[in-house]
């Protein structure tokens, strides 16, 4: 079974630009995350989807960030313009759908750093 | 409330011993307590997961133990490994809510040879 696949790897930009990370989930995994994972915390969850619309993005901070997932199946987070508080790895993960509980299968991250 | 904290924030351990991670809750509606192992440069892995209608949970080497009273739970690693050195996160989610996981801070665990 293939992984969560995640690009870049590695983005370095100057405050003030824009970057974009994408992520495709595990085939058939209906729900899809956004996490950031700032160096020496644990993940805090960004966004969730189900399929191709939001349930939960009460903590992504909308004057800069956006996401979209379409179709249902890949899904792009966009910072515009970053901040240097926004050097963190990014992680996307998936899961079935259900309400029940499942696990999520993460990525390897973008680590992303804003000089 | 949304909370969840996790200490020791880093722990050495030699080979063979016991290591043991502490996480605490305050949310009542969280009802999936999974634990994450993590490695540098990769994401988090699922290790073991537990929901609160059991005390304990016990896979291979690891447990997980419990206190839905305390809303407190706990990993266990019998005779650690070196090659469990990593990152051990907490986590804990909401019932219906998926996989919406708030984690804990992190304890970085050292197994010496």
């Known amino acids: 079974e293939a992984g969560v696949a995640q690009s870049p790897r590695y983005k370095i930009i100057e405050k003030r630009q824009s970057v974009a990370f994408w992520c495709n989930p595990i085939?058939?995994?209906?729900?899809l995350y956004w996490y950031q994972q700032i160096l020496g915390q644990g993940p805090k969850l960004l966004i969730q989807f189900q399929n191709n619309g939001v349930v939960d993005d009460s903590q992504l901070p909308k004057d800069r960030f956006s996401a979209e997932r379409l179709k249902g199946v890949d899904s792009t987070l966009k910072i515009q313009p970053a901040k240097l508080e926004d050097s963190a790895v990014y992680l996307c993960?998936?899961?079935?759908?259900?309400?029940?509980?499942?696990?999520?299968?993460f990525g390897q991250g973008t680590r992303l750093t804003v000089v | 409330q949304q909370q969840v904290k996790q200490s020791p924030q880093s722990l050495i351990v030699q080979k063979g011993g016991i290591s043991i991670i502490n996480c605490a809750y305050e949310n009542t509606a969280f009802d999936y307590f999974p634990w994450y192992q993590q490695f540098p440069g990769k994401g988090p892995a699922l290790l073991i997961a537990?929901?609160?209608?059991?005390s304990e949970k016990k896979e291979g080497r690891f447990t997980i133990s419990f206190n839905k009273s305390a809303k407190q739970f706990s990993l266990h690693i019998m005779d650690s490994q070196p090659g469990d050195s990593a990152t051990y996160f907490c986590?804990?989610?909401?019932?219906?809510?998926?996989?919406?996981?708030?984690f804990g801070e992190g304890t970085q665990l050292t197994v010496n040879p």
């Open positions: 993960a998936s899961s079935l759908y259900g309400a029940v509980n499942t696990e999520a299968f």
């Open positions: 986590a804990a989610s909401p019932e219906t809510s998926g996989s919406r996981l708030t």
């Open positions: 537990i929901r609160p209608d059991v």
């Open positions: 085939s058939g995994h209906a729900t």
